[in-house]
């Protein structure tokens, strides 16, 4: 028996950037543990990363290329099945352009910059991801706003935190790990949580915000005007930094509380109280999350949000939203190569007229894209490449999803296992965990580290998401690619002086820290001030000023619905076991959370004769799926909260009951329910109905 190896890398199981020690004997991994030198996480890791040995060594894994033949999937050689790839693709683009081929990704997953440069070579303007409605449309408003993403610095000790919409000690995002709020948050801050939904956080609080699911950006509005109306703000950086105060105070007179009060559930008084303690009590950060960004308010409610801590004084100063300083290496949008699409082929890209923030940082609404598949207007997709994605089980309207991947002529799907989504492909490549690759992690967030993820093991015929990347582009006969995945990091650490086998020994590296950098030189916007009055919007021809609208299928938008769907649906319940529709065959994880689950108040369990552990069938103008109740007092008895991303990977067959309880089969992703200028998808709010199941 060999000796034991320590391997030091970096977790990838949800956005990842968390040290890990990988301990291998004979070629396998056989546990993990927190790397305590880690400085993002410090030892600590999450039910997610401390399962990925039952994943990487799933039997049910893919380990190999496949073909789907006349009588199933076939094996075949990373050669045939990179060949078949280039071969349908380069068909594709002699008869219809490389606009129609369509890539796509998953959530923040850490191949982005191999994944574009790909496309922007290939020349195709569609690129598929989630952040049309999950981070990158943060990052695209904040941009057009004060220039950058904003994140809360809990290392300068915030004596405030607003935590909205978010839980980060369950779902470690985009930049953020609970570990740092939970240190924060032990040292005394004060602590307002804005949720629907009475959770651990919640119970904790010093104040509790229960607002209507997706009136976020009016909430907005109410805190604005009691800190315009008892003058809480910073007059200075008011007057020195901040363009369009008055006319958004204009604006945010005509949000009274008593009219916020009406539109958000919460009680004004209780508005009043919150926005002093976050205006009064420096310093002060806001830990935003998505639910923020999954309606048509998204943009205004970004926008809005950062507004607050401009307002307040509270960005770029220690303990507050700062902007941190990357370390000295590319970034994925240098190594992406964005520059190499052709301008012709960028006017391309689907929905750029209409969204056009979400054009701006590169990306498409899937909407579009299906609407391309589905009726070849304004032009054809006939051919994609899917990467880390199950867009059956995680995108809105999941049937109509379903219909258009079943119409693309070649479909292509890198991933771990046959997924709903990836049964659907005539190809499948065998994705490689992050204990089989070599990465300059973390270089897509704003968080000021990268982070070495260093390769522990090779399992079966895996690739590595930017080696599948890399061979096929030089398949296609793409220049600028390497021979090696390792040059490829080399060429993004080359800023710094070190390669990557110095980087992987150092183990991250950390840009150095200034706060108020706009005091030497503004804000990175066309008035070098924070825009809450946009001049970029204001050219694109939208309203520059943020504003609350309300959700298309509400109470209040639709009453002629709630006679046949009286309650609010607020889907995208987190779990600490779960990263969207992944893990659901992972048996530690899966043994915590067997079964998706509904959460009712038990005034309405009892009105429609529901007991806790009982199948519920939860029904909107989309379409049925069902759930187990779980009784919580902590939600209104107006709104029904609900788990996403469920299919049953025991379920055997085609499909694996990809519609039973996936939640996106109820959600709409209408063109008029989308964020105007981003289009994020509304996934969060809309109108359903439950009954018993008859098969309890």
Same mark, same amino acid.
């Given at each position: ?12 199981n ?5 040290? &890990? *020690? ?8 056989? +546990?993990v ?6 400085? *993002? ?31 199933g999937?076939?094996?075949?050689s ?26 796509g ?9 191999? /994944? ?12 598929l991801? =989630? ?17 950058n ?5 809990? %290392? ?61 950006? %009016?909430l ?20 020195k930094?901040? #363009? ?10 005509k ?27 420096k ?20 926008? /809005? ?5 401009? =307002? ?26 964005h ?22 940082? =590169?990306l ?20 994609? /490449?899917l ?13 109509e999803?379903?219909?258009?991947? +079943?119409?693309?002529d070649?479909?292509?799907v ?7 989504t990836?049964?659907?492909?005539n ?11 070599? #990465?300059? %992690? ?9 982070? %070495? ?5 090779? *399992? ?43 980087? +992987? ?24 001030? &924070? ?84 199948? &519920? ?24 909260? =609900? ?26 992703n ?19 109905? *439950? ?6």
């Amino acid at each position: 028996m060999g000796d034991v190896k320590k391997i030091r890398t970096a977790c990838r199981n949800c956005h990842g950037g968390c040290g &890990v *020690i990988a301990y291998v004997k004979d070629g396998k991994v056989i +546990k993990v543990e927190g790397n305590p030198e880690s400085p *993002i996480s410090h030892g600590t890791m999450c039910s997610k990363g401390l399962a990925v040995t039952q994943l990487a060594y799933h039997p049910e894994r893919i380990l190999y290329p496949m073909k789907r033949a006349r009588k199933g999937w076939e094996r075949i050689s990373w050669d045939e099945a990179l060949d078949t790839i280039a071969e349908k693709f380069n068909e594709v683009i002699v008869k219809h352009g490389a606009e129609s081929i369509v890539i796509g990704q998953g959530t923040g997953r850490d191949y982005e910059s191999h /994944l574009y440069r790909f496309a922007n070579l290939l020349g195709t303007p569609n690129v598929l991801t =989630a952040g049309h409605m999950c981070y990158v449309s943060r990052v695209g408003a904040t941009l057009i706003t004060c220039g950058n993403l904003p994140v809360c610095d809990y %290392a300068g000790w915030p004596k405030c935190i607003v935590m909205w919409a978010c839980n980060p000690q369950w779902t470690n995002p985009d930049e953020y790990k609970g570990e740092g709020f939970w240190n924060a948050f032990k040292q005394g801050a004060r602590l307002i949580v804005v949720d629907p939904r009475k959770g651990f956080l919640a119970n904790k609080a010093d104040l509790w915000l229960q607002l209507r699911p997706g009136t976020d950006a %009016a909430l907005a509005m109410g805190f604005l005007n009691v800190i315009v109306d008892e003058r809480l703000y910073d007059e200075e950086f008011v007057a020195k930094y901040i #363009h369009g105060w008055d006319a958004l105070v204009e604006r945010i007179n005509k949000y009274p509380l008593d009219l916020v009060e009406d539109i958000t559930w919460v009680k004004k008084e209780l508005i009043r109280e919150a926005a002093r303690m976050y205006a009064t009590t420096k310093p002060a950060c806001i830990n935003w999350g998505v639910p923020t960004e999954q309606t048509l308010n998204c943009t205004d409610c970004t926008r /809005l949000l950062t507004g607050l801590m401009a =307002a307040t004084g509270n960005l770029d100063v220690p303990g507050g939203n700062v902007f941190f300083v990357p370390p000295s290496v590319r970034t994925v949008s240098q190594f992406s190569r964005h520059k190499d699409l052709p301008p012709e082929q960028r006017k391309k890209r689907l929905g750029g007229d209409q969204y056009k923030l979400a054009s701006r940082v =590169a990306l498409i609404t899937p909407k579009v894209a299906w609407d391309a598949i589905l009726t070849g207007k304004p032009y054809p997709l006939k051919a994609g /490449l899917l990467c880390g994605t199950n867009p059956v089980s995680t995108r809105a309207n999941a049937s109509e999803v379903y219909k258009a991947l +079943k119409k693309l002529d070649f479909l292509a799907v890198i991933d771990f296992f046959l997924t709903p989504t990836a049964e659907l492909a005539n190809i499948f490549l065998p994705g490689a965990t992050w204990l089989e690759q070599n #990465h300059v %992690a973390d270089n897509w967030k704003r968080h000021g580290y990268v982070v %070495a993820r260093q390769k522990a093991v090779e *399992i079966g015929e895996c690739w590595q998401d930017h080696k599948i990347f890399q061979e096929l582009g030089k398949k296609m006969e793409q220049e600028g690619w390497w021979d090696t995945v390792e040059e490829g990091l080399d060429y993004i650490l080359e800023p710094s002086g070190l390669t990557w086998e110095q980087f +992987k020994e150092k183990g991250y590296l950390r840009g150095e820290m200034e706060y108020r950098k706009y005091e030497k030189k503004g804000f990175s916007t066309p008035t070098g001030k &924070v825009e809450l009055y946009s001049t970029t919007l204001e050219k694109w021809g939208y309203d520059p000023l943020p504003k609350y609208t309300e959700i298309p299928e509400s109470p209040v938008s639709r009453p002629d619905l709630l006679e046949k769907y009286p309650y609010i649906l607020n889907a995208g319940l987190r779990t600490p076991t779960f990263f969207h529709s992944a893990n659901r065959m992972i048996p530690w994880l899966r043994e915590i959370r067997p079964d998706p689950i509904v959460e009712i108040h038990p005034d309405t369990a009892k009105n429609h004769g529901i007991g806790e552990g009982k199948w &519920v069938w939860i029904e909107s103008p989309r379409g049925r799926v069902k759930q187990r109740a779980k009784l919580n007092d902590g939600i209104d008895p107006r709104v029904i909260v =609900a788990e996403h991303g469920w299919w049953f990977p025991e379920m055997k067959g085609p499909g694996h009951g990809w519609d039973i309880s996936n939640i996106n089969i109820l959600t709409d992703n209408s063109h008029d329910s989308m964020d105007p200028v981003m289009g994020a998808t509304n996934l969060r709010v809309l109108l359903c109905n *439950i009954s018993s199941c008859e098969d309890q």
